[in-house]
T-cell receptor, first 114, second 114 residues
Framework: AQSVTQLGSHVSVSEGALVLLRCNYS??????LFWYVQYPNQGLQLLLK??????LVKGINGFEAEFKKSETSFHLTKPSAHMSDAAEYFC????????????FGSGTRLLVRP | DTAVSQTPKYLVTQMGNDKSIKCEQN?????MYWYKQDSKKFLKIMFS???????INETVPNRFSPKSPDKAHLNLHINSLELGDSAVYFC?????????????FGSGTRLTVV
């Protein structure tokens, strides 16, 4: 069975500072991993995905994530936070089984201070 | 052009009523999903259809019944609504059978049962 754990329900950074959102996964098979962002009162938007190609994945809005098998991690980073990055971020894992379902983490609320 | 559209966006109804939420995708995807997001932002899969065939039916009360008339539509009917059904319901789609597990989400339906 697959699962993801997001460390920190809230992360607060200053504008211009590094953003680091943590995600650890558990999977009995090589996983596909995803980061989604949810702005208030909106649906989820795909930021980036890891599908067993390059371990460093670049996404939209300047975000990137690195797949580290030895650490079972897929942390999301952005070098310089912008006020518009304030949102809820979800890590998700898929086991690539016939159900095609994504299992989501509990989310991390990113707050950006001016 | 909205890729995954849900209607209605807001739904306020009394306990005991029956209501439906509709979802349509124009992406040509073969798999559609319903997720429930609770007040703590936790996302849980409810149902999944692949080419009109039910492939995921999580532990959801029998009062919830999905219907997929074709692979572009997945509706959710809820009987005898209860207070605990209040949540945001998201529809999503993917081209999972072709190896693309990334979901495209609708903007959600906020259901409030009073």
């Amino acid at each position: 069975a697959q699962s993801v754990t997001q460390l920190g329900s809230h992360v607060s950074v200053s504008e211009g500072a590094l953003v680091l959102l943590r995600c650890n996964y558990s999977s009995s098979v090589p996983p596909y991993l995803f980061w989604y962002v949810q702005y208030p009162n909106q649906g989820l938007q795909l930021l980036l995905k890891y599908t067993s190609a390059a371990t460093l994945v670049k996404g939209i809005n300047g975000f990137e994530a690195e797949f580290k098998k030895s650490e079972t991690s897929f942390h999301l980073t952005k070098p310089s936070a912008h006020m518009s990055d304030a949102a809820e971020y979800f890590c998700a894992v898929s086991g690539m089984d016939s159900s095609y379902k994504l299992i989501f983490g509990s989310g991390t609320r990113l707050l950006v201070r001016p | 052009d909205t890729a995954v559209s849900q209607t209605p966006k807001y739904l306020v109804t009394q306990m005991g009523n029956d209501k439906s939420i509709k979802c349509e995708q124009n992406l040509g995807h073969d798999t559609m999903y319903w997720y429930k997001q609770d007040s703590k932002k936790f996302l849980k899969i409810m149902f999944s259809y692949n080419n009109k065939e039910l492939i995921i039916n999580e532990t959801v009360p029998n009062r919830f019944s999905p219907k997929s008339p074709d692979k572009a539509h997945l509706n959710l009917h809820i009987n005898s609504l209860e207070l605990g059904d209040s949540a945001v319901y998201f529809c999503a789609s993917s081209q999972a059978s072709k190896g693309d597990y990334g979901y495209t989400f609708g903007s959600g339906t906020r259901l409030t049962v009073v």
